[in-house]
């Protein structure tokens, strides 16, 4: 599943900067939604823009950070994954790139990684309950003051890159899937459920 549907999404979100942003939009309209219907609230946004409904509470600050920074973003995760670096630095920096965005926490950041690179992943609540882990140490200060909390936030999130590691990304994607699927009769198995990720994109 990760190797076909994930890696496809990688391919596609790589091509250019609009690509990207619609990786990182669908990424956000899945917060607090079912996933069943994601893809329809993207073919939404991308019509009615600005105005679709589901950009409700921060989403709308998302889209609008998007539309003016997606060509810089692109570039700075371009140069990250062409960049020499460790799979850890790389992570670290991928994850400041996506935690810029408003409306983003750590594991939304995370999916946006593993959506685009292939690397950390999404401890959203499925797999917080699924894990038994604990949603608090996920969350970040929103507005580090001091050099403690800044500090604190850090190591949040390398604290999060690593646990990822430890479970890998490939595991965290097809787990998750096939969780998913025995949630709902419409989905027909993990592996549809990996699928919609790249079709909800791309129609196909």
Same mark, same amino acid.
């Given at each position: 599943?990760?190797?076909?549907?994930?890696?496809?999404?990688?391919?596609?979100?790589?091509?250019?900067?609009?690509?990207?942003?619609?990786?990182?939009?669908?990424?956000?309209?899945?917060?607090?939604?079912?996933?069943?219907?994601?893809?329809?609230?993207?073919?939404?946004?991308?019509?009615?823009?600005?105005?679709?409904? !589901?950009?409700?509470?921060? $989403?709308? @600050? =998302?889209?609008?950070?998007?539309? /003016? +920074?997606?060509? %810089?973003?692109? &570039?700075?995760?371009?140069?990250?994954?062409?960049?020499?670096?460790?799979?850890?630095?790389?992570?670290?920096?991928?994850?400041?790139?996506?935690?810029?965005?408003?409306?983003?926490?750590?594991?939304?950041?995370?999916?946006?990684?593993?959506?685009?690179?292939?690397?950390?992943?999404?401890?959203?609540?499925?797999?917080?309950?699924?894990?038994?882990?604990?949603?608090?140490? !996920?969350?970040?200060?929103? $507005?580090? @003051? =001091?050099?403690?909390?800044?500090? /604190? +936030?850090?190591? %949040?999130?390398? &604290?999060?890159?690593?646990?990822?590691?430890?479970?890998?990304?490939?595991?965290?994607?097809?787990?998750?899937?096939?969780?998913?699927?025995?949630?709902?009769?419409?989905?027909?198995?993990?592996?549809?459920?990996?699928?919609?990720?790249?079709?909800?994109?791309?129609?196909?």
């Amino acid at each position: 599943m990760f190797n076909t549907h994930c890696k496809a999404v990688q391919e596609y979100s790589q091509r250019n900067a609009n690509n990207m942003a619609d990786v990182v939009l669908m990424v956000v309209l899945s917060i607090q939604q079912n996933w069943l219907s994601v893809g329809d609230q993207l073919k939404d946004v991308r019509l009615e823009r600005r105005d679709s409904k !589901f950009l409700w509470g921060n $989403k709308i @600050k =998302t889209y609008d950070y998007l539309m /003016s +920074n997606k060509s %810089k973003m692109f &570039a700075q995760v371009q140069a990250v994954l062409n960049s020499h670096k460790t799979y850890n630095d790389k992570a670290e920096s991928l994850m400041a790139i996506f935690l810029r965005v408003d409306g983003l926490g750590i594991p939304k950041a995370g999916f946006c990684c593993q959506l685009i690179a292939g690397m950390v992943g999404c401890m959203d609540v499925h797999n917080i309950k699924m894990y038994n882990l604990d949603a608090n140490s !996920f969350k970040l200060n929103p $507005k580090p @003051k =001091t050099d403690k909390a800044f500090a /604190s +936030n850090q190591q %949040k999130i390398t &604290a999060y890159i690593n646990l990822c590691h430890d479970y890998g990304c490939e595991q965290l994607w097809d787990s998750w899937c096939d969780m998913l699927a025995t949630k709902s009769k419409r989905w027909q198995d993990g592996n549809h459920v990996s699928e919609v990720h790249y079709t909800y994109l791309t129609g196909e």
